[in-house]
C-alpha cells in the first residue's frame, strides 16, 4: 500500500505547542494544484500517554468542534506531561459545507475506515488517522452529538468488547468523562467505524452523543469541555481534581432498543428526551400528510427504560429512527 498523500505541518515529536494542518493535495475547478487544510494543533512535553481529540466527524456535530477549538487556543505544553492531538473537523469539508457527509464525496467518514490512501477525500482522511495517528494514541475520544437529524440524551459511550480489560479500561474513561448519562452503547453497524477501528488497535475509546438538531447549547457545551478536561486527568496528561457529578448509567441489551419508522409522515412526540418510560407505552405518532381523517401509525417503546434519542425533524420517512429506549443499570 502506498504512502498516503496527507502531509502534516506539525511535527508529532516537538515539544511544545504547535497549531498546524494536515494537508491533502485535492485539484479541483477553482484550484488546479489546491490542497484541503485540516486543522490541527498538537501539545506535547516530555513523555507520557497520548491523547487524541477529535471533533466533526459528521460536519453538523458542533459541540466538539467548538470546545476542540477552544481547547486548542488555551492549551500549554507546560500544563500537560505527555502529547494531546486536537483535531476539531476531523470531515473537514463535511464541516465546512455544514453536512453530515462532505460535500467533495459524499463520504461519511464514520463509515469508511480503514480508508484508503488511493481512495476519495473522505478515505484519504479516514487512511491518515488509521496509519498515523490511531497508533500514536493511548486514549481516543471522538465527540458527536445528533446532527441535524437526531437529538440524544447527553451521554458519553463506550462498547463491548472482546477484551475485557481494555472495555474496562474503557468504561473507566467513560465514567471519568462524566456526561449526565454514561452509556454502553450498541452500534446499528459498527463496520467501517472510526470507533472499532481503533478498539480493534486496543486503543482506550470512548465516543459521546450530546444533543442534536445541527446546533450546540450552552450546556452541551459545557458537558465536552469538562469532559475533555476529565479524561486528561484520569489519562494522567495533566494534574488536577475532576469536576464530577451525578450520571445516570445505561445500557442497550439488543437492537430492540431501536425503534424504526415503518411509514412516512408527519411526527408526533408523546414522551420527552430522558423520560421514563414503560413496555408498551405509546411514544410517538406518524401521520398521514397526503390526506386528512387517516389514523396515524403508532410507535410503542419495547421495553422499560429512559427516552434517549429522537428523529428530530418534524418530517420522518420509512426507515429512519423514531427514538431509542435504553435501560438503567
Same mark, same amino acid.
Given at each position: ?5 496527507? $502531509? ?206 445541527? $446546533? ?43 425503534? $424504526? $419508522? ?68
Amino acid at each position: 500500500m502506498r504512502a498516503n498523500p496527507i $502531509s502534516a505541518t506539525v511535527d508529532y515529536d516537538q515539544d511544545g505547542v504547535q497549531h498546524g494542518f494536515l494537508k491533502l493535495p485535492h485539484s479541483h475547478d477553482t484550484s488546479a494544484w489546491g490542497s484541503i487544510m485540516v486543522p490541527i494543533t498538537v501539545a506535547k512535553n516530555g513523555d507520557g500517554p497520548t491523547v487524541l481529540l477529535t471533533g466533526g466527524n459528521h460536519g453538523d456535530e458542533y459541540e466538539g468542534p467548538i470546545a476542540l477549538f477552544d481547547l486548542a487556543g488555551k492549551i500549554t505544553a507546560d500544563e500537560i506531561s505527555g502529547r494531546v492531538i486536537i483535531v476539531p473537523g476531523m470531515n473537514y469539508p463535511a464541516f465546512k459545507s455544514a453536512t453530515r457527509t462532505s460535500p467533495i464525496d459524499k463520504g461519511n467518514m464514520n463509515r469508511v475506515f480503514p480508508g484508503s490512501p488511493d481512495g476519495s477525500v473522505t478515505q484519504k482522511i479516514a487512511d491518515y488517522f488509521q496509519r498515523t495517528l490511531l497508533p500514536m494514541a493511548d486514549y481516543v475520544l471522538d465527540i458527536h452529538s445528533g446532527g441535524k437529524t437526531l437529538d440524544f440524551v447527553p451521554f458519553c459511550a463506550a462498547h463491548v468488547l472482546d477484551n475485557k480489560k481494555q472495555q474496562e479500561q474503557c468504561v473507566a474513561a467513560m465514567q471519568a468523562f462524566n456526561a449526565p448519562y454514561s452509556l454502553m452503547m450498541l452500534e446499528v453497524d459498527a463496520a467501517g467505524m472510526y470507533d472499532t477501528s481503533a478498539e480493534e488497535m486496543g486503543k482506550i475509546f470512548i465516543s459521546t452523543e450530546l444533543g442534536g438538531g445541527g $446546533s450546540a447549547s450552552a450546556a452541551s457545551v459545557l458537558i465536552a469541555k469538562k469532559g475533555i478536561r476529565n479524561l486528561l486527568l484520569h489519562a494522567g496528561v495533566m494534574e488536577g481534581t475532576p469536576e464530577i457529578g451525578e450520571t445516570t448509567n445505561l445500557d442497550m441489551p439488543d437492537h430492540r432498543c431501536f425503534i $424504526s $419508522s415503518e411509514s412516512t409522515g408527519l411526527m408526533e412526540l408523546c414522551v420527552e428526551l430522558g423520560e421514563a418510560v414503560k413496555a408498551g407505552q405509546l411514544i410517538a405518532k406518524v401521520h398521514d400528510i397526503n390526506r386528512t381523517g387517516s389514523i396515524p401509525k403508532e410507535y410503542h417503546s419495547p421495553l422499560d427504560g429512559i427516552f434517549t434519542a429522537r428523529h428530530f425533524p418534524g418530517l420522518i420517512g420509512m426507515g429512519d429512527i423514531v427514538g431509542v429506549v435504553s435501560v438503567t443499570v
